[in-house]
């Protein structure tokens, strides 16, 4: 077994679930929640940190700042007790408590933005506020949303370990949010093997893509405008789901044991619509993406009173499997 001394240097890589016997789908779920910040963040989080460190813009006496809706504040907290840095997480109401709490717990000082901005929404909120805090020059902005250190990580981190895990790849599932894990992978892909399809998985009411905005109460996937990041060249195609099929899909998966977050439910649907939509003449070698587990959403995604009061459904389990609307 391996033995750290930093909570970043721990962090599984190369887990994955076939989700074949399961669930009927010809589908790999690589899980990158296995480290102590619960989720794929963790990866991102300590690139950018260690380069600011290293760049002379993070040091003694810095109180590092971010927007998250939950992950990557969990990951930067984690990065920031063990650096020694105060961080400051922003954030809205659709943060999980338990996110919001994990947090506290490891230090960090949690905002709460109430209101949406009228034209960029809880996101447009929540950077007006990280750029208030920033004129005051301790505050240091990674800006998950443009800083190239975040798909730096998955150029040289996932996508490799999927590349060796599986060198027959046909198609990859990526869910976008910040796109730092897509462009990551799209860009590794597109040098290493081009023949392998990366597919953007997306939120309905996600502007990322062009789409139209919508309300999107499951945190994780989906944006309100579109991140600095994202080069849509080097995406092979993109789905929308909608997050009543992330709700069935998550709860398919819980009843055979597989408890994950809402950002997986969400790709594992889209993967699955996708599939059927392009049959080969053999069975695919596919591979998604699963950001997190479900311990985090177990009083919103798992819950049958926030499911009834966003999604009007009577109760969780094998029955709501059903009761969605299709």
């Not at 063990?82 to 809205?92: N, Q, S």
């Not at 909608?242 to 009843?255: C, K």
Request: glycine share 10%; net charge negative.
């Amino acid at each position: 077994m391996p033995i750290i001394t930093a909570p970043q240097d721990f962090n599984v890589n190369d887990l994955y679930v076939d989700l074949r016997p399961s669930t009927g789908i010809p589908l790999f779920l690589k899980c990158e929640g296995f480290n102590f910040a619960g989720s794929v963040k963790l990866k991102a989080a300590r690139r950018m940190i260690l380069a600011a460190e290293q760049d002379g813009v993070l040091g003694p006496g810095s109180v590092i700042v971010e927007s998250s809706s939950g992950n990557l504040g969990v990951a930067l907290s984690v990065i920031a007790a063990d650096r020694g840095h105060r961080f400051v997480c922003v954030t809205d109401p659709r943060c999980n408590e338990a996110s919001a709490n994990l947090m506290r717990a490891l230090g960090a000082r949690v905002l709460v933005v109430r209101e949406p901005d009228a034209a960029g929404g809880y996101l447009g909120s929540r950077i007006a506020l990280v750029r208030e805090l920033c004129a005051d020059e301790r505050y240091f902005w990674p800006n998950q949303y443009a800083n190239p250190n975040n798909w730096r990580a998955h150029y040289e981190e996932t996508a490799p370990a999927v590349h060796r895990q599986f060198p027959d790849l046909d198609v990859l599932f990526v869910g976008a949010g910040t796109t730092g894990t897509l462009m990551g992978c799209a860009r590794y892909f597109r040098e290493h093997r081009p023949q392998v399809a990366v597919v953007a998985v997306d939120a309905v009411g996600s502007v990322t893509f062009g789409g139209r905005p919508a309300r999107r109460m499951i945190p994780g996937l989906g944006t309100s405008a579109r991140p600095e990041l994202l080069d849509a060249s080097l995406v092979d195609d993109v789905v929308h789901v909608r997050e009543e099929d992330t709700v069935r899909t998550a709860h398919r998966l819980s009843a055979r044991g597989l408890l994950f977050g809402g950002s997986t439910g969400t790709v594992v649907a889209g993967a699955e619509g996708w599939l059927a939509e392009h049959p080969l003449d053999r069975e695919p070698v596919a591979v998604a993406l699963s950001p997190d587990f479900g311990e985090r959403y177990l009083d919103t995604l798992y819950e049958d009173s926030w499911l009834r009061e966003h999604f009007g459904i009577a109760a969780p389990g094998p029955d709501l499997i059903e009761s969605l609307p299709t």
